[in-house]
């Protein structure tokens, strides 16, 4: 019913086109406005092929000055105004547009209109602005653009010619280089597999499926700590077509978590660190923190490794290692760098865990209790009791006709013990969502919604049946059409939310045996309706030719029902087995999850 992403880390790797400054299509990339340098996890180019020029190089306060970049299509840029004698200073004057269709202001250390950046992520070949000269401009300026023209190819601050005031003094060295060294931390090749050997004994692991064998195992996703006096070592291990990823989180919701990726691309592993802010891409950090990085691809499986500080003063984003979190554990696909979707909803630990204590070998969940639960209710409800509980009601009635508790007939107690029943397993899985989420989902599609109308059919049907008129008033035919009508339409709308219910994140099921299971659910349900639905119409039509005069008398209604006791609960019996085994199934898969 309302499903949840999750919050968990599956969010963390949304699809995304990303080729622009600070992975944002909109150009808002004022988190960069400072080091001008794109978050990306790749090197900047080193030879521009892109050019910022001016139309005039002297100026006066106040004066306007013309400045145009171009050069081969890009797609993200960033243009500021710098001191040339402090390029790593405070952005200087403001901006007009010349486009705004292509260009937009934004507003870096305060100063509004003090850069210009990419409305979209749309090609382009020339941007040109107009730069105003404030009352206060130092003696020489210098225009610094970052210019991206797809992920992981950019250049970071290239310069244009340096404008002057006519009575400055000639120009001298500045005090910083014009672009930042993007040196990257030393990677190394590991030679051999990781061993789970060591798990619970030295390394702290997390394994899915779990007790799997990286070595032997291609499928087996493998994260592992291993603390060695103030450093950890981690290693990470699993199918190899895209990217791993783990994060730590205080809880078990996606925001503000410290993560880390290994991402395969160009046959190389990059080792990325990064950090979730909300339900977005991950921000990509500097590789600083690591040391120690090696990697590996062999037969269809990559390997990663990097050791961190315990503790790490003065770094953003990252977090202290000897502190309780929950682990996420995730993988999916990566095509130029940049990661997609990930393949199935990330496995997160049972509980918080301090990985620089003592070593143990865990498992995880990639579903909540809560929502596991929600789904054995709904399909204990909707494919067990009231499938059952209409059967009886429909061709059962002159099997067990004899009265029971209070008068009733055996069969009317059976459907309605079995009706109320499914009543109160969908108001209790109805709220379970509620709880885990903390109010309505709206990441969940049209599942929510559908789930909504199931709960007020299944709470409406035994109000309707509690005022139900006796046998020979006249309404009785208005609510025996309205009864059925309202059972109806919840059984139908109940298979379509569990249809749409088992591909959410939250509760995503085996593909395609889920669906293939529940297409046969459907059909072993219809095809026992109309198994029955044909004996009862050939009872009804035979006859008894009587030998004295050859005299055809129909049977009765009543003396067809008797004689075809026999084969109706063997139906049923053959029905209720078939229901418990789909029962199982789902259920089993679902705790798996």
């Not at 081969?72 to 960033?78: C, R």
């Not at 850069?115 to 749309?122: D, E, G, L």
């Not at 190389?268 to 691809?297: C, F, K, N, Y």
């Not at 000897?322 to 630990?349: M, R, V």
Request: with cysteine; proline share 6%.
């Amino acid at each position: 019913m309302v499903a949840v992403p999750g919050f968990t880390l599956g969010a963390f790797v949304f699809l995304l086109r990303v080729s622009l400054v600070v992975s944002y299509p909109n150009g808002k990339v004022t988190k960069s406005c400072h080091r001008m340098i794109p978050e990306h996890g790749h090197r900047p180019q080193s030879d521009p092929t892109h050019r910022v020029a001016v139309n005039q190089t002297t100026f006066r306060p106040g004066d306007h000055i013309e400045v145009t970049l171009s050069g081969p299509p890009f797609k993200g840029f960033l243009l500021e105004a710098r001191d040339a004698e402090n390029l790593d200073g405070p952005p200087v004057g403001s901006f007009m547009l010349n486009d705004s269709w292509a260009s937009q202001l934004l507003t870096c250390e305060n100063i509004q209109g003090s850069a210009v950046s990419h409305t979209s992520s749309s090609k382009k070949a020339e941007i040109k602005v107009y730069w105003k000269a404030p009352s206060s401009a130092p003696n020489h300026v210098r225009f610094l653009a970052t210019v991206v023209e797809k992920y992981k190819i950019y250049w970071v601050k290239i310069p244009s010619q340096i404008i002057s005031q006519p009575n400055a003094l000639p120009f001298t060295t500045p005090k910083a280089t014009t672009a930042p060294s993007s040196a990257s931390p030393t990677v190394s090749h590991l030679t051999k597999p990781f061993s789970a050997s060591d798990c619970g004994k030295k390394k702290f692991c997390i394994r899915s499926p779990l007790n799997c064998d990286p070595e032997k195992e291609q499928a087996c996703v493998f994260l592992s700590f291993r603390r060695d006096d103030q450093s950890v070592m981690v290693e990470m291990s699993g199918p190899g077509e895209g990217y791993l990823s783990f994060a730590l989180s205080r809880d078990r919701w996606m925001g503000d978590d410290d993560a880390y990726m290994c991402i395969h691309e160009d046959q190389m592993v990059h080792i990325q660190p990064a950090h979730l802010t909300g339900r977005s891409h991950p921000v990509m950090d500097s590789r600083g923190p690591l040391e120690d990085m090696a990697w590996r691809l062999v037969d269809g499986i990559m390997q990663c490794s990097f050791r961190r500080k315990i503790v790490l003063p003065g770094v953003k984003n990252r977090f202290d290692l000897n502190t309780s979190y929950y682990i996420f554990l995730a993988e999916g696909t990566a095509s130029d760098g940049l990661i997609h979707k990930h393949t199935q909803q990330p496995l997160i630990t049972y509980e918080k865990h301090d990985v620089t204590a003592f070593p143990k070998d865990i498992g995880g969940s990639r579903s909540s209790p809560l929502l596991k639960a929600h789904g054995a209710l709904m399909f204990v409800a909707w494919m067990t009791t009231v499938s059952i509980g209409v059967l009886i009601a429909r061709f059962f009635r002159s099997v067990w006709s004899k009265a029971f508790f209070f008068g009733e007939a055996f069969w009317f107690q059976l459907h309605r013990m079995l009706m109320l029943t499914t009543s109160a397993l969908t108001c209790i899985a109805f709220i379970l969502p509620f709880i885990y989420r903390g109010g309505w989902s709206w990441h969940a599609g049209y599942h929510p919604y559908l789930g909504s109308l199931v709960m007020a059919l299944a709470v409406l049907q035994p109000l309707l049946a509690a005022f139900r008129p006796p046998v020979h008033d006249p309404r009785r035919q208005i609510f025996n059409w309205t009864h059925w009508s309202v059972g109806t339409a919840a059984r139908i709308i109940a298979v379509a939310a569990m249809f749409l219910g088992m591909d959410l994140p939250g509760l995503t099921l085996p593909d395609p045996q889920k669906t293939y299971a529940m297409i046969g659910f459907v059909i072993w349900h219809i095809g026992t309706e109309v198994v029955l639905e044909i004996h009862a119409y050939r009872l009804s039509q035979r006859v008894e030719i009587l030998d004295d005069d050859r005299i055809q008398i129909l049977q009765s209604v009543s003396v067809s029902e008797a004689e075809g006791r026999t084969f109706k609960k063997a139906v049923l019996a053959v029905y209720v087995c078939g229901n418990v085994t789909f029962l199982i199934i789902f259920l089993s898969a679902i705790n798996h999850l």
